[in-house]
């Protein structure tokens, strides 16, 4: 039980990661289309 909880865990800590690393991405692209003049998104 407590292994198959672990793996869980370890994989929700990867697609954590994968997320986090997305939103770096969406927020630099943000900043740069506001910065060139584009509107905000919402």
Do not use: C, H, P
């Amino acid at each position: 039980m407590t292994g198959k909880f672990q793996k869980r865990n370890a994989e929700r800590k990867g697609v954590r990661k994968e997320y986090e690393l997305e939103q770096k991405l969406i927020k630099e692209i943000v900043d740069e289309i506001q910065v060139s003049g584009g509107g905000t998104l919402e």
